[in-house]
């Protein structure tokens, strides 16, 4: 049976890892790139089914309008009440992930139409939004822990003392490292990561060429 093209690759990693930053790197040498978590947030703001969902969760207040009259969303009043109930963030999971999935599989379809060869799917919770089977293979990206911090510190995502909390709810680096296919450790410069995403995008145009080109 042949294989067509795209060749399917999810991208993770802990808060602070890196992971955006080589998502970018590789859609700039050419892959194309699915984020889900920015869908997943388009989708707070445009699908009823999904807003209804929220209000029932968090209350009618959790949205409101801002002065240009367009839908907003209390992240940070959901991220509060999820924090102390994790049966609500299983149930806002539930309600959002499957709309994620049907996203990109148009993704897929129209990769392939365009004849994309490596598609890239972003997200913060591969592994436990499920499906992971469903691609071709995973890369984790890594970093220590203080790395991570103080990224996520410069990029203005909270305090020191917020970030580690948040870094406590996620997945640990090492169950990551376990379920990738490749692992890439990003604890250098700018320039350092590039290069090693060079390295990882050669390998992953070997591996997509290997699978679709010779069935």
């Excluded at 539930?94 to 994620?100: A, F, G, M, R, T």
Aim: net charge neutral; glycine share 6%; with cysteine.
């Amino acid at each position: 049976m042949t294989r067509h093209y795209p060749f399917l690759v999810g991208v993770t990693g802990g808060l602070g890892s890196g992971k955006s930053t080589v998502c970018r790197f590789l859609s700039e040498m050419g892959c194309r790139q699915f984020e889900a978590d920015k869908v997943a947030k388009e989708l707070q703001l445009t699908d009823h089914e999904i807003i209804d969902g929220i209000k029932k969760l968090f209350g009618e207040g959790v949205y409101s309008l801002d002065t240009a009259g367009q839908r907003v969303i209390d992240r940070k009043k959901i991220a509060s009440s999820v924090f102390s109930c994790p049966e609500k963030l299983e149930s806002l999971n539930k309600l959002i992930h499957p709309k994620v999935f049907s996203e990109f599989h148009k993704a897929v379809l129209d990769a392939a139409k365009a004849g994309t060869r490596i598609l890239i799917k972003e997200a913060a919770i591969l592994f436990e939004s499920g499906r992971p089977e469903e691609l071709d293979l995973v890369v984790v990206v890594v970093a220590d822990e203080q790395q991570r911090i103080a990224r996520a510190v410069q990029k203005g995502m909270g305090s020191p003392e917020e970030i580690i909390q948040r870094i406590k709810q996620q997945w640990p680096q090492q169950k990551l490292i376990e379920k990738a296919d490749y692992v890439l450790v990003n604890n250098g410069s700018l320039e350092a990561l590039k290069k090693e995403t060079e390295a990882l995008y050669c390998k992953l145009l070997e591996v997509a060429v290997s699978i679709c080109d010779n069935p």
